[in-house]
């Protein structure tokens, strides 16, 4: 696409799951790629991110998928404040049809490899990771990646779960289009 609007390279922004998209594409055609803004980036499960997963994977076929989203929704978004990211997730998820959850899973359990590659291999990219403070299940990992990676930065928002560009878009914009605008320079 960029190749036919003739677009050297471009910003790239994703969110949750979509960040190891950005990443691979960083990876397979980093020419593309000028910098990635990550919000709530996923770039490794934890153990609780691992059991919720593989209860997912074991329970897919027997509960109802809508029951295994708000369980997790819940799981991952705890907190009062989180409410409207939680409604959000459970209300994008009801687009899915059950094959398509099963899907959701399959590629959940996939990933770890290629996280793992990720954590261990820098790259030559700029990196934003935007993360809400609250975020018990990604943040810790992202802290151990930034300080690894000499090209990565980390920005975390207060009051903030998992879906921080949800929660405060004023802020998570603001970090984003400052970093865009630095990499511009």
Not at 49 to 54: D, H
Not at 63 to 68: K, R, T
Not at 157 to 170: A, Q
Request: proline share 4%.
């Amino acid at each position: 696409m960029l190749d036919h609007n003739n677009i050297p390279s471009a910003h790239f922004v994703g969110i949750s799951l979509g960040t190891i998209l950005i990443r691979n594409i960083a990876e397979i055609a980093p020419q593309y790629v000028s910098s990635m803004v990550l919000g709530g980036a996923v770039t490794r499960f934890n153990t609780r991110s691992n059991t919720l997963v593989y209860l997912g994977n074991t329970f897919k076929h027997f509960l109802p998928y809508m029951w295994l989203y708000r369980l997790f929704a819940f799981i991952m978004m705890p907190k009062k404040r989180h409410k409207e990211s939680r409604l959000l997730f459970v209300r994008e998820a009801k687009r899915l049809c059950q094959k398509e959850f099963i899907k959701w899973f399959k590629l959940a359990m996939d990933v770890n490899p290629l996280m793992q590659y990720f954590k261990e291999k820098d790259i030559d990219i700029p990196i934003l990771y935007i993360m809400g403070k609250e975020d018990h299940m990604f943040l810790g990992p992202v802290k151990e990646m930034v300080k690894r990676h000499k090209n990565s930065v980390l920005q975390t928002i207060h009051h903030c779960g998992h879906v921080c560009n949800v929660e405060r878009p004023d802020l998570f914009n603001q970090h984003s289009l400052a970093f865009i605008a630095q990499q511009n320079r």
